[in-house]
């Protein structure tokens, strides 16, 4: 198709002005090349320089518009608040770690120490056995190994005559007074104590004996008259009797 011109066009004289579009040539049927010196329409493309055209320059990084000081500075900046943030997640994990494996060996505690609290009373009876010699043959076998089997997981007997008393791991179940000892004695021990670890499954039940000088003094006066009616005054005793 041709399209006339208005009067007053691009060549200023007023006559039409006939541009063949056609993309066949009407003299020789050929396909016409696209002519190279048309200039762009308005608004048809981009301008020349501008990103996405030929030629065009990549768009310049915001660091280029800064000088190296100023970018060696953001960098170590930047470096520094990763490598903060790797160290607080690495202790984060530690404290986790720690928390588990506390958790865990504290559970595992838990666990045996409710299992050798049952067998506690078994191994008293073995204790009475052995005192009367009653533990012979295959029953002392089995005994002997159960007994390993517990000290291999920590048990501790604990528990003898002649230790200090201690309020944290015995208890007592007699107390009296004895020019024999300088402290809180035990004298007797009536069931031996056991523990786990620092944890106390069973206190040692023992008799306890204190020092005579911390006999209270109405206690005291009480046993000196008991002796003096027990002596009489000739120091020969007396006698509910009366003298013939």
């Known amino acids: 198709m041709t399209e006339p011109t208005r009067p007053g066009s691009e060549f200023g004289d ?51 518009l800064i000088g190296p000081s100023a970018q060696e500075a953001l960098l170590t900046e930047a470096l520094a608040e990763r490598t903060a943030d790797l160290q607080r997640l690495q202790a984060e994990y530690v404290n986790y770690k720690r928390r588990v494996d506390r958790d865990r060996e504290a ?5 045996i120490g409710s299992v050798l609290t049952e067998l506690l009373q078994t191994l008293d009876d ?3 056995a052995r005192e009367a010699g009653e533990l012979e043959g295959a ?27 201690d309020p944290r791991i015995h208890e007592a179940l007699l107390h009296n007074y004895s020019d024999e000892v300088d402290g809180p004695t035990a004298t007797l021990v009536m069931q031996p104590g056991y523990r786990l670890g620092e944890r106390i499954l069973r206190p040692a039940r ?28 000739n120091g020969q005793g007396s006698s509910d009797k009366p003298v013939e």
């Open 14 to 64: 007023g006559e039409p002005v006939v541009r063949d579009k056609r993309r066949i040539d009407p003299e020789t049927g050929r396909l016409r090349e696209p002519s190279s010196e048309a200039p762009p329409a308005p608004g048809s493309g981009a301008a020349a320089g501008m990103p996405g055209t030929p030629g065009a320059q990549p768009p310049r990084d915001p660091s280029d």
């Open 107 to 111: 559970n595992r505690e838990l666990v």
């Open 126 to 128: 073995i204790g009475r």
């Open 139 to 165: 029953f002392k076998a089995v005994a002997e190994s159960l007994e390993r089997v517990t000290e291999k997981l920590g048990l501790v007997k604990y528990g003898e005559v002649g230790d200090h008393f």
């Open 206 to 233: 023992v008799a306890v004996s204190e020092p005579t000088e911390q006999l209270p003094a109405e206690a005291a006066g009480a046993d000196q008259a008991g002796d003096v009616e027990e002596t009489g005054d």
